[in-house]
């Protein structure tokens, strides 16, 4: 995005034009583009007014009504952390008594934001000209927070208590943009997290969800966050920051409020220490932030349940439990993973809706879908199959939802 798509709306006329549209319509752009260029506004202030339209009914589900005093990038949008969770991330400097917190690339502005709104005193610092434009704009309400536009190394941090980071997982190339997993490759890479943590500031950084165990530093607490089943992200939090006695959690956030499940030790795969057992009864699906934050084994022994496979991290249980933690379903019958036969059982049953899940092998829920259902008829009934292993035999287990 170039100055030429915020420019425009950085003037009066501009943001007066922007606050009169409507809820925007995608159906409608072309005609409310031809109507606002008749009305005598420039090509350019029309383009920037639309896009950020655009952008903010996008932002609405991570900023609601935030979202239609704020300015975006698509980019910006994309990465944005959402508000709900930048007030989790705020709240841990507010708990730790922190007043004044360097979010170093800051983006456009979601955790600056909800700090600010906690009379935190910010300094948001971001190094792409235009989203630092967005930035300043976005904290405009909040005068104890300033913009910088800079790199997250050069920031002078004297007088500072507190470090909020988001580093770039991304790197753009000719053919758009890679995700990159290494955190040393990040833009700042982690060593640069755990440099300012040896100083002894409240330091905290969003990473992605699928950071490795053996990368999290030693010094630090690792959160897990699920949103409505979705990992949105691992935070590490390091000195006042890091909450005694908990080095793993897992943060489950959805329709039954928010619930953490959390362990005071490092992860190994290798004393996980939960029985195996036989596909029976009911089976369990852990959240992806139970899963991420290898808290399946504690999971288990919280529900009284024990792992069909040592691999796999669905789990079992003869009684139902209500948890939060995961998604249940009653067993209701176990079959060899044979398609003949699933598609002979589908057609029996007059199958026409087949929601199909799968852990632990290859084959994708469509192609089973597509393959099961062709030809067999448009019967009026739905089912669910799991697919899975155990050991090197793959099954299908029939089940129903049950849930609490």
């Given amino acids: 995005m170039s100055t030429d798509a915020i420019s425009p709306l950085l003037t009066v006329a501009g943001w007066e034009l922007l606050a009169s549209l409507g809820p925007y319509k995608e159906s409608e752009s072309l005609k409310l583009n031809e109507t606002l260029r008749k009305?005598?506004?420039?090509?350019?202030?029309?383009?920037?007014?639309?896009?950020?339209?655009?952008?903010?009914?996008?932002?609405?589900?991570?900023?609601?009504?935030?979202?239609?005093?704020?300015?975006?990038?698509?980019?910006?949008?994309e990465q944005a952390t959402r508000l709900s969770i930048a007030a989790l991330h705020a709240q841990r400097f507010t708990t730790a008594s922190i007043t004044s917190v360097a979010d170093l690339g800051c983006g456009i502005g979601a955790?600056?934001?909800?700090?600010?709104?906690?009379?935190i005193n910010v300094t948001a610092v971001e190094m792409d000209e235009i989203t630092a434009a967005c930035t300043t704009v976005n904290l405009m309400p909040f005068p104890h927070a300033n913009v910088i536009c800079g790199r997250a190394e050069d920031t002078n941090l004297d007088g500072i208590e507190g470090v909020w980071l988001d580093p770039a997982r991304r790197t753009t190339n000719t053919s758009g943009t890679?995700?990159?997993?290494?955190?040393?490759?990040?833009?700042?890479?982690?060593?640069?997290?755990?440099?300012l943590a040896d100083s002894g500031r409240a330091?905290?950084?969003?990473?992605?969800?699928?950071?490795?165990?053996?990368?999290?530093?030693?010094?630090?607490?690792?959160?897990?966050?699920s949103v409505n089943g979705d990992v949105v992200e691992a935070g590490l939090y390091f000195n006042a920051l890091a909450r005694p006695g908990i080095r793993r959690a897992a943060l489950v956030v959805g329709a039954h409020g928010m619930n953490?499940?959390?362990?005071?030790?490092?992860?190994?795969?290798?004393?996980?220490?939960?029985?195996?057992?036989?596909?029976?009864?009911?089976?369990?699906?852990?959240?992806?932030?139970?899963?991420?934050?290898?808290?399946?084994?504690?999971?288990?022994?919280?529900?009284?349940?024990?792992?069909?496979?040592?691999?796999?991290?669905?789990?079992?249980?003869e009684q139902p439990a209500q948890t939060p933690f995961a998604r249940g379903y009653k067993v209701l019958e176990v079959k060899p993973f044979n398609i003949k036969a699933l598609k002979a059982w589908v057609k029996a049953n007059r199958i026409g809706v087949l929601d199909i899940k799968k852990r632990g092998i290859s084959t994708t829920p469509e192609e089973v879908r597509r393959q099961l259902l062709t030809g067999s008829g448009k019967g009026p009934n739905k089912a669910t199959l799991i697919l899975t292993r155990i050991g090197d035999d793959r099954i299908a287990v029939v089940v129903e939802p049950h849930g609490f």
Avoid: N
């Avoid at 995700?179 to 440099?195: G, M, N, T």
């Avoid at 905290?204 to 897990?224: F, L, N, R, Y």
């Avoid at 959390?262 to 036989?278: E, F, K, M, N, R």
């Fill in 260 to 317: 953490e499940l959390t362990s005071a030790i490092v992860y190994d795969p290798a004393h996980q220490d939960v029985q195996l057992g036989p596909i029976a009864g009911y089976l369990y699906e852990p959240d992806g932030a139970v899963i991420r934050a290898g808290l399946v084994a504690d999971l288990a022994r919280t529900m009284g349940a024990h792992l069909i496979d040592e691999h796999i991290a669905y789990l079992c249980s």
């Fill in 39 to 77: 009305a005598g506004h420039t090509p350019e202030l029309v383009a920037a007014a639309l896009t950020q339209a655009r952008l903010r009914a996008k932002a609405e589900a991570k900023f609601g009504e935030f979202a239609h005093q704020m300015l975006f990038t698509q980019a910006g949008l």
């Fill in 178 to 195: 890679t995700r990159l997993f290494d955190p040393e490759a990040f833009s700042p890479p982690l060593s640069f997290v755990e440099k």
């Fill in 111 to 119: 955790d600056s934001l909800a700090m600010a709104s906690l009379d």
């Fill in 203 to 225: 330091v905290g950084v969003k990473m992605g969800p699928s950071i490795p165990h053996d990368a999290v530093p030693a010094t630090a607490e690792a959160q897990w966050i």
